[in-house]
């Protein structure tokens, strides 16, 4: 059963331009979300999280915001950059536990 | 900071022979999991260490696969005996543990199974 999904297998973006993933749950008891970065042949790479409490969380170029009512999360980068191409997978834990996964987005940034 | 150490980076076995990995955490990391990756799927979390307790090893098939870390550091996963399907990416991760702790992953061993 897959708590996490994220319906989108790919995105194709234009150097420059904003990309959004997103990411659906399906377990209120998940109060802490992150998005990893996966390139080819390495181990997921830690972009950024947010906690239940918020809605946005912002570093640098990336931003995520939660809707929790929804049980909705989005990943935006702007501007999208040639380094930024790479499998992104969103991620919740409920409390200390249970790191659950979706199926990640392969992003393609065109220059 | 030394980052999470996997060994080996690959292994091609037959099946129902037996293989283990081997995992190196980051100092100090009291939480460990273990992932496997199936080609074009999501990590799918195997077994989560708390020290050296098992927090959850609920989606670990048990009956040909087994995990432990001794004096809550390394960490080994073994497989007995090998199937097709088992062939994956096994992703290693470790964390401070507490709540909002991000987890830090290795490279992965990448085991085919013939």
């Known amino acids: 059963d897959q708590q996490v999904k994220q319906n989108s297998p790919s995105l194709s973006v234009q150097e420059g331009r904003i990309s959004i993933l997103n990411c659906d749950y399906t377990?209120?008891?998940?109060?802490?979300f992150l998005w990893y970065k996966k390139y080819p042949a390495e181990g997921p790479t830690f972009l950024i999280s947010?906690?239940?409490?918020?809605d946005k969380n912002e570093d640098g170029r990336f931003t995520v915001f939660l809707n929790k009512s929804a049980k909705h999360l989005s990943l935006h980068i702007v501007p999208s950059q040639p380094g930024d191409s790479a499998v992104y997978f969103c991620?919740?834990?409920?409390?200390?536990?249970?790191?659950?996964f979706g199926a990640g987005t392969t992003v393609t940034v065109r220059a | 900071e030394a980052g999470v150490a996997q060994s080996p980076r690959y292994k091609i076995i037959e099946k129902r022979q037996s293989v283990a990995f081997w995992c190196n955490p980051i100092?100090?990391?009291?939480?460990l999991y273990w992932y496997q990756q199936i080609l074009g799927q999501g990590p799918k979390l195997l077994i989560q260490?708390?020290?050296?307790?098992?927090?959850?090893d609920s989606q670990l098939p048990k009956d040909r696969f087994s995990a432990e870390r001794l004096k809550g550091v390394d960490s080994t996963l073994k497989i007995q005996p090998a199937k097709l399907e088992d062939s994956a990416v096994y992703l290693c991760?470790?964390?401070?543990?507490?709540?909002?702790?991000?987890?830090?992953f290795g490279q992965g061993t990448r085991l085919t199974v013939v």
């Open positions: 991620a919740a834990m409920e409390g200390d536990y249970k790191l659950s």
């Open positions: 377990n209120s008891m998940f109060d802490y």
């Open positions: 947010i906690s239940s409490i918020k």
């Open positions: 100092s100090g990391h009291a939480t």
């Open positions: 260490f708390q020290n050296n307790g098992v927090v959850d």
């Open positions: 991760a470790s964390s401070l543990g507490g709540v909002f702790g991000e987890a830090f």
